[in-house]
């Protein structure tokens, strides 16, 4: 499998006050997903949001589909190599790995020698990839998941120590802690490229969570629009918050705007970091995920 001799960011947004040659002090996140993986770099004293870098890595068709996650992987190590980011340079290092492979276990009912049964009963999972669990201590659950081998020991040789967590664990994790500013139920939708994470609180009772992947903008709304039937949610009056790749000028954002009447994004005022004027409130929202993951430890 060729690699380019160099990638070139999809998008790259950089505060002021970063300094390339000082980053001691920051903590360095990287989320891995099926299509690239993103950077960012955040100011463990401020918590100021200082960079982000988001590679996009063409999706494999056919019988090469299999091999998707190695070439993330690869581009990721060419990545790493090629801009010589390691450990020693950073404050903290958090790997987000966004994936499907995931489901809550009540921690009453989890038993660690059987964990990867509990994926079985959902997921095929493909070859090369191995089972890790989050403990969500708030909701008495574990949630397991599944990574990629090759890129977890990869990068746990790269860098010295690695905070591991599952894109759907800092998701439940942040949105409860904005939940708690609210009263009554709210729906909350992380939207990635053909797929979203739907979970629904009612006050701090976390009633519902799954994954829909969706094609058309129909199926995008009519999956939302299913939750809301199946938990006997008004979708005139009960709230839906978005984060991820969606903002007001697509055509999700359109179609959920004719169905849903209190349409809204997370504050990011809330959220514990800090945003300066160079990273506009959109991209905080987009990028979500990737920024927030430093402050699950």
Excluded: W
């Excluded at 100021?48 to 992987?73: F, R, T």
């Excluded at 690869?74 to 190599?81: P, Q």
Aim: proline residues 3%; aromatic residues 12%.
């Amino acid at each position: 499998m060729p690699l380019p001799n160099s990638m070139i960011a999809s998008a790259q947004f950089i505060d002021r006050d970063f300094q390339s040659d000082n980053t001691k002090n920051n903590r360095l996140s990287i989320q891995l997903r099926l299509d690239g993986f993103s950077f960012a770099q955040i100011d463990s004293i401020t918590n100021k949001v200082l960079l982000i870098e988001d590679y996009k890595v063409p999706l494999m068709l056919g019988d090469e589909a299999v091999y998707q996650s190695e070439k993330v992987n690869l581009r990721l190590g060419d990545i790493l190599a090629e801009k010589k980011i390691s450990s020693k340079n950073f404050k903290s290092v958090h790997l987000t790995i966004d994936n499907s492979y995931f489901t809550l276990v009540p921690i009453a009912l989890f038993d660690k020698e059987n964990a990867i049964d509990y994926l079985n009963q959902l997921h095929r999972l493909p070859e090369n990839f191995m089972v890790r669990t989050d403990k969500l201590s708030f909701l008495e659950t574990q949630n397991v998941y599944a990574v990629y081998a090759p890129s977890f020991y990869s990068l746990s040789d790269h860098f010295s120590t690695i905070n591991l967590k599952h894109a759907s664990t800092v998701f439940i994790q942040q949105m409860a802690i904005l939940q708690k500013m609210r009263k009554g139920a709210a729906v909350y939708v992380e939207v990635a490229t053909n797929s979203m994470h739907i979970i629904v609180f009612d006050n701090d009772k976390l009633l519902f969570s799954n994954t829909f992947l969706f094609k058309e903008k129909e199926d995008f709304i009519y999956f939302i629009l299913l939750v809301y039937n199946q938990l006997n949610l008004k979708p005139e009056s009960v709230p839906l918050l978005f984060s991820g790749n969606i903002d007001r000028s697509t055509a999700l954002y359109a179609i959920a705007y004719q169905y849903i009447g209190n349409l809204e994004f997370p504050n990011i005022k809330n959220s514990g970091l800090v945003f300066g004027n160079d990273i506009p409130e959109t991209i905080a929202s987009k990028y979500h995920i990737l920024t927030q993951a430093v402050l699950c430890e």
